[in-house]
C-alpha cells in the first residue's frame, strides 16, 4: 500500500511537471510580419449607391522581450505602408512609416499599458497605433485542443474626428493542432460581435451607428510564437447627419492576413 502511494505521488508531481511545461507564453525576440488588408462594399446616401473599396499593406517588426516573471516589453515599429482607396483619392501613407508604439504585456498577450507615437498632424493614424499595441492575440494560460473562451473589450476608436466607443464580444476555440512554415501550431478560430456608437462633428453634427461580425483564424506556434492570422469582419454603419436630413449607409467585408516573413 505504502510503495502504492508513493508511486501515486510521484505519479502526479510527474503530471504537474509536464502541465507546467505546457503553460504559454509569448517568446522573447523579434520577427518582421506583412499585413494585407482589403475591404470592399458599398455606400448609399439619398438613394444613390457607390462602391467603396480600400488595399492596405504594411509590414511590422514585432520585438517582445522579457522584462520580469510576468510581464513582456512589446515594441513594433510600422516599416513600409501602401494604401490604395480609389473613392478617397490619393492616399498618402508616407507620415506613418516608422511610427512606433510600446507596450508592457502579460505573458499571454494581455494588454498592461501601451505608449504611442506624437500624432500631431497624423490624427488619421490613431487608430491604426491603437491596433499595433494589441497586435498579439490574448491566449489563455494552458491552450489545447477544445479549449474554447470568450472575452469582451471596450475601447474608443475615433473616426475621422468622432469619437467612436467599440465594444467587442469574442468567442475563441482552439479549433486543432497544425503546422505552419514547418512550426507546430493551434489553429485559434474566433467569432467577434462588434457594436460601434458614437457622436460628434465633420463639419456638421454626426451620429454614428456600426456592427460587425467577425470570423477566421489566429495561428500561434507551441514555441510561443505570432506566426499570423486570417481574418474576415462583416461590417454595417449608418452615419446620420441631422442637419442635412440625411443618411450615409454602409455595408463592407474586410479580410486582414497576417503572415510571418521572418
Known amino acids: 500500500m505504502l510503495l502504492h502511494c508513493l508511486s501515486t505521488i510521484v505519479f502526479s508531481l510527474a503530471i504537474g511537471r509536464a502541465l507546467a511545461g505546457q503553460e504559454f507564453s509569448y517568446s522573447p525576440g523579434t520577427a518582421s510580419y506583412r499585413m494585407i488588408v482589403k475591404s470592399s462594399g458599398i455606400s448609399?446616401?439619398?438613394?444613390?449607391?457607390?462602391?467603396?473599396?480600400?488595399?492596405?499593406?504594411?509590414?511590422?517588426?514585432?520585438?517582445?522581450?522579457?522584462?520580469?516573471?510576468?510581464?513582456?516589453?512589446?515594441?513594433?515599429?510600422?516599416?513600409s505602408a501602401a494604401v490604395s482607396a480609389p473613392q478617397l483619392g490619393l492616399t498618402d501613407a508616407s507620415s506613418a512609416l516608422g511610427m512606433r508604439v510600446s507596450a508592457?504585456?502579460?505573458?499571454?498577450?494581455?494588454?498592461?499599458?501601451?505608449?504611442?507615437?506624437?500624432?500631431?498632424?497624423?490624427?488619421?493614424?490613431?487608430?491604426?497605433?491603437e491596433e499595433m499595441a494589441r497586435f498579439l492575440p490574448v491566449v489563455p494560460r494552458m491552450p489545447h485542443v477544445g479549449l474554447v473562451w470568450s472575452d469582451t473589450t471596450r475601447d474608443p476608436v475615433p473616426q475621422l474626428g468622432v469619437p467612436i466607443m467599440r465594444t467587442r464580444i469574442t468567442e475563441y476555440r482552439v479549433a486543432s493542432d497544425t503546422v505552419i512554415g514547418g512550426e507546430a501550431a493551434w489553429r485559434i478560430e474566433r467569432r467577434a460581435q462588434t457594436l460601434m456608437e458614437g457622436s460628434g462633428a465633420m463639419g456638421t453634427p454626426i451620429v454614428f451607428q456600426g456592427t460587425s461580425v467577425g470570423t477566421g483564424a489566429y495561428f500561434i506556434g507551441h514555441s510561443g510564437r505570432y506566426l499570423g492570422a486570417d481574418l474576415r469582419e462583416e461590417v454595417k454603419s449608418k452615419a446620420t447627419l441631422s442637419a442635412l436630413s440625411q443618411d450615409v449607409v454602409g455595408e463592407q467585408t474586410q479580410t486582414t492576413v497576417i503572415t510571418l516573413v521572418r
Not at 501601451?114 to 487608430?127: H, K, Q
Open 44 to 79: 448609399e446616401t439619398k438613394g444613390v449607391t457607390r462602391p467603396i473599396s480600400l488595399d492596405a499593406r504594411q509590414t511590422l517588426t514585432l520585438t517582445i522581450s522579457s522584462r520580469s516573471k510576468d510581464t513582456l516589453a512589446l515594441s513594433i515599429v510600422l516599416d
Open 104 to 129: 508592457m504585456l502579460s505573458p499571454r498577450g494581455e494588454v498592461y499599458s501601451r505608449v504611442l507615437p506624437n500624432l500631431t498632424g497624423r490624427e488619421a493614424f490613431v487608430t491604426v497605433a
